[in-house]
């Protein structure tokens, strides 16, 4: 490959466009030793030294390059750069010679920067692992990993805006470890590993911080790092029944109102008819239930809302509930847990008007009355008395309509995010991974609106 020094750089012509590379002109290309798709190029712009930022023209060598670059036309490129080493025409410049560059092909560059741009966009848009889009784009895995750093770190800031509903969750990183203590015989629990994340309820922000270990005081001290403005701003916080986050929310945000989930509330009232369902079954017959028994065969019915029962159904489980003493205690529990429900069914969701707090409380009270009057069944009374100690945030959660949803979809990404890596080693790599997992879909529906229609 040869051209001449100072030849002037020729108009682009038809493969120079599109090769597509700024500065660069493709001077022949064709079929490689190797099979591959040889481009041969040269840098067509002005020599610059980096040291004194003269141009040069005087040539010292010519040398050739071989950067990893895109695939061209679905085929792989080999392509070869015949860069110049120019010597500066400054005297007094320390830097007696330099290497011309292009911005795709910067000095001392192994891999295009589009080559680069491209793996991270892998990672960054389309949710590939840098290991993946590494193998695909023929580099290795901290290239594709330094490169997807640097495009997460200018899609993501910093400091979180301030966010009006937060949502608080936490997720196993990893398993437990455990070790048996020689001395004892004893096994011992070496690390239990957890995260608790915080996530934007009502923004785009997804992610918003992300700490290790499950204490109140971790939770609590993430909350505090927090700019005061940023503090005051949270007007609710999503829970999930979890007196670890309620302490540490009320020691950080002492004027946050806590909601705690409903999903999570209902599921433990569902969870109590089953407890009493199984103990009636055993007293029954002296042994668990299996198919064929009646109380066994009406276990899934239990466990629905009694506004989604057909007639039928509902008749099945009162007469099957009555023909017993037993019987009649699973269906004093079944009682309790739709009073329950009836006052979280007052949300605005449910009825389409706002609730009032004296509404709630009222319907509340009157299932603690049904849990009183009926208190030889003992799950019943665990069960008012866990409600009785969250009815606040039970009540904040009906009026302001805030649930942890978010944070439990954006806690299965993180936690899909976790399994498609095989685990984290380093906690900060993670986090990153996360906070773009989460922010994805508003991303991309940031960069394509969608058309209604009509327009
Ligand atoms: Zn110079």
Same mark, same amino acid.
């Given at each position: ?66 950067? #990893? ?17 120019? @010597? ?29 741009? &491209? ?12 290991? !993946? ?11 594709? &990993?330094?490169?997807?750093? %640097? ?30 203590? !020689? ?5 011992? %629990?070496?690390?239990?590993?957890? &995260?608790?994340?915080?996530? $934007?309820?009502?923004?785009? %922000? ?10 109140? +005081? ?13 503090? $005051? ?16 929310? #009320? ?27 199984? @103990?009636?079954? #055993? ?9 064929? $028994? ?14 989604? =029962?057909?007639?039928? %159904? ?7 509930? +009555? ?14 847990? !739709?009073? =329950? ?27 603690? +009355? ?28 009906? =009026? ?18 976790? @399994? ?22 508003? #991303? ?12």
């Amino acid at each position: 490959m040869t051209f001449k020094d100072n030849e002037p750089a020729p108009a682009k012509d038809t493969a120079s466009v599109l090769f597509g590379m700024d500065g660069v002109t493709v001077t022949e290309a064709g079929c490689g030793d190797d099979g591959r798709l040889a481009v041969w190029a040269r840098i067509t712009l002005p020599a610059v030294c980096p040291g004194c930022g003269t141009v040069s023209e005087r040539v010292h060598q010519y040398v050739t390059t071989r950067p #990893r670059d895109v695939r061209a036309c679905g085929q792989d490129v080999e392509l070869c750069l015949v860069k110049r080493r120019m @010597r500066c025409a400054e005297a007094a410049c320390p830097r007696r010679t330099f290497t011309e560059w292009a911005p795709q092909v910067p000095p001392r560059c192994a891999i295009t920067r589009r080559l680069l741009e &491209h793996a991270a966009a892998e990672v960054t848009d389309r949710g590939i692992t840098p290991a !993946e889009a590494g193998r695909d784009a023929g580099i290795s895995w901290p290239s594709v &990993h330094s490169a997807f750093g %640097q495009a997460a770190d200018q899609l993501l800031d910093d400091s979180p805006a301030p966010v009006a509903h937060l949502g608080i969750d936490e997720h196993r990183r990893g398993r437990p470890r455990w070790r048996t203590d !020689e001395a004892t015989g004893e096994t011992v %629990q070496l690390a239990d590993r957890w &995260h608790v994340c915080f996530y $934007d309820l009502d923004g785009n %922000q997804g992610l918003l911080g992300q700490v290790e270990g499950r204490t109140a +005081d971790d939770t609590a001290y993430w909350l505090a790092g927090a700019t005061p403005a940023w503090r $005051d701003a949270v007007q609710v916080v999503a829970i999930d029944m979890c007196a670890i986050f309620l302490s540490a929310v #009320r020691r950080a945000l002492p004027d946050a109102r806590v909601a705690v989930d409903l999903f999570h509330v209902v599921q433990l009232a569902v969870k109590m008819v089953g407890d009493v369902r199984r @103990r009636a079954i #055993r007293e029954l017959y002296g042994r668990r239930g299996k198919s064929g $028994d009646p109380e066994y065969g009406i276990k899934g019915l239990l466990t629905r809302n009694v506004e989604n =029962l057909s007639p039928e %159904q509902f008749d099945k489980i009162i007469g099957t509930l +009555d023909a017993s003493a037993e019987g009649q205690q699973v269906a004093l529990a079944w009682i309790a847990k !739709e009073k =329950l429900r009836d006052a979280l069914k007052l949300r605005a969701r449910v009825t389409g008007s706002t609730p009032c707090e004296r509404q709630v409380r009222g319907r509340l009270f009157s299932f603690y +009355d049904w849990c009183a009057q009926n208190e030889d069944v003992p799950e019943l009374i665990t069960l008012a008395s866990t409600i009785a100690r969250w009815e606040n945030e039970i009540v904040t959660a009906v =009026l302001t309509g805030v649930t942890n949803a978010t944070s439990e979809s954006l806690n299965r990404l993180a936690k899909l995010e976790a @399994r498609r890596a095989y685990g984290f080693r380093n906690p900060a790599n993670q986090r990153r991974r996360v906070r773009i997992a989460c922010t994805r879909g508003t #991303r991309h529906r940031a960069a394509r609106p969608r058309a209604r229609h009509g327009e």
